[in-house]
Each structure stands twice: as C-alpha cells, then as structure tokens.
C-alpha cells in the first residue's frame, strides 16, 4: 500500500480489498470487552481538523486509542490558525511534536495532497473540500459487504447532492474498483460538469432506477455549501429526490438503504427508512471505527492482515 491515503482511486482493488479483509479481522476485536491491541503502542496519530466533524473525528480517535496509539486532537477553532497560521506551519509544528499518522479534514480540496509534501509521516484524508472522503468509500464497500456479499456486479445508486459530495466521489471511484456498477440520480444542477468523466452512469430519474438497485445511497444536502438556488425549494427537493416510504416500497426487498450522516430527515430521507431494518447507517457508524483501525494499522503497523 501507497504510505498516503488521499484519494480511494490510489487504491488498487487488492489494495481495498487488503484493507476490508484487515477490517474484518479488527472487527472481531470490536466485539471483545477489552478492545485494545497493542499494534500501535509508542506510535502518535494526529487528528487535525480544520472543518466540523462528528462521526469521522471520533472515530479515528477510537480507532488510534483501541490500536494503543498515542492521539492528540487539533482542532481549528481556538488554535493559533486564528492567528493567521498557515496549513504549513501548523503541520509542521505537529511533526515536531512527532506525529506518525495526520488524520486532515480540511475545507479546502486537496489540503492533504499539499500536507503530504511538508510531513514525513503518513497522511490519512479525513474529508477534502468537495473532493474525495475515502475512509468514508471504504467503511461503506465494508458496510455493503457485510450486508451483500461480494461487490462484483452489485448495483448502487447513489442519490442527491453529488456536486458538493466528497463521499459521491470516493465512492464512486471504490466501488468502480470493486466491480460494483455505480449511478448517480440528481438534478442537472447539482452534478459536476466533469461527471461524465467518473466510471458511473448518471440518471435524473430515482424511480426508475430504484427497482435495479441493491444499494440505495442517500447524499445529505449539503446547504452550507450552497451559494445560490441549486432547486425551486426543498419540498420540490424532496418530492422528486427524496427516498420516502412511497419510494422505499419500490425498492427490491433485499436492497438496503444507506447514508454517510449527519442526515436531513424529512428532506433527503424519511425518519422511518432511515430507521428501518433495512437501513445500515448506525452500522456504517460502527464500521468507521473498524476501518480506520484497519487504514491506520496498515499504514502505520504491519503489512498483511
Ligand atoms: N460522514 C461524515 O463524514 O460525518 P462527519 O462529518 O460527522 O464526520
């Protein structure tokens, strides 16, 4: 493996399909009442975060302490950034305090690329701009593989607001690797004008597509973003592209439903399929922690699962 992880189209699919199978292995330690291994002991992971995170923060952070690894968390608000610090100075601040592994989220695409540069160690992605996200694509392959078996031939549709998603690209370029077929159903406003350059199709319509799905990945609305009037208002939003009850009824009965949080509910997805059986978004909570575990251990600790 690459000593980086920037962008999940770095990953080879034995790449990948090394780091589900380490997962798979570390999942077991999850279940365990002590949850720690000593893999990483005397090593030290950053978490630098420039941009608000709940679930992918948190979970690194599990995931470098259950590996014994020593964790320091930086975040933006009330550091010297405030101060007019630059991303360079403040990575190489954090080097000098002996960080291995920097875990970036930045608002800015590619911040990690450019922090690659400055630090010796390794570099994790957390989330850039509206780039890539690729922890995210790799707990959501885990997920679905849990759920489905093998990804070869497995159809995902991924719905919503790609223009402004890191995780729609990450996604789409792991799933791709893994052999999944991959569409992405939004408005003509909210695809990026290069979509016709990913390994996807691309579709306007959600219902014709749900019957053929096995996956059906909901993307949030990204608002904060949105600097303009990207659709007519959000219950226009939601009556075209929303997965109601109505929708999730047409979906085959085996098809699970998923999304990367924080959700809109009542907008992108009704509460009672986000909450249904059938949907995977607590376990794709859960399974963050195990596949940062596996990123970080083979990045940082050992070669083969
Ligand atoms: N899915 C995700 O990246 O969530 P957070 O923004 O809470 O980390």
Not at 140 to 156: H, I
């Amino acid at each position: 493996m690459n000593r980086h992880l920037i962008s999940a189209g770095d990953l080879s699919k034995d790449d990948a399909l090394l780091i589900l199978d380490t997962a798979e292995e570390l999942a077991r330690v999850s279940e365990r009442s002590i949850k720690k291994l000593p893999t990483l002991r005397g090593r030290t992971v950053v978490n630098l975060f420039f941009e608000d995170s709940t679930r992918t923060r948190i979970s690194f952070e599990a995931a470098a302490k259950r590996l014994s690894a020593d964790v320091i968390n930086f975040s933006a608000k009330g550091s010297s950034v405030s101060k007019g610090e630059s991303l360079k100075d403040t990575a190489l601040t954090l080097e000098a305090m002996g960080a291995d592994a920097v875990v970036i989220r930045h608002g800015s695409s590619g911040a990690p690329h450019r922090l690659a540069n400055w630090v010796h160690g390794s570099v994790v992605n957390a989330g850039d701009g509206t780039h890539e996200h690729p922890t995210q694509a790799l707990l959501d392959a885990f997920s679905m593989r849990r759920r489905l078996g093998a990804l070869d031939g497995r159809k995902v549709t991924i719905v919503g607001d790609v223009l402004h998603s890191r995780v729609a690209r990450s996604n789409v370029l792991l799933l791709h690797t893994l052999g999944a077929e991959v569409t992405l159903v939004a408005p003509p406003t909210l695809l990026p004008v290069s979509v016709h350059t990913w390994p996807c199709e691309v579709s306007y319509d959600l219902d014709t597509v749900l019957a053929k799905s096995d996956v059906v990945m909901m993307l949030r609305v990204q608002k904060e973003r949105m600097n303009a009037a990207y659709f007519p208002s959000e219950r226009e939003y939601s009556r075209r592209y929303g997965l109601d009850r109505a929708r999730f009824a047409k979906m085959p009965d085996d098809a699970i439903v998923m999304h990367p949080g924080p959700m809109n509910r009542g907008m992108e997805i009704a509460a009672e399929v986000a909450d249904s059986s059938r949907s995977t978004i607590v376990e794709q909570v859960a399974n963050g922690v195990t596949i940062r575990m596996a990123v970080l251990y083979l990045l940082l600790g050992g070669e083969t699962a």
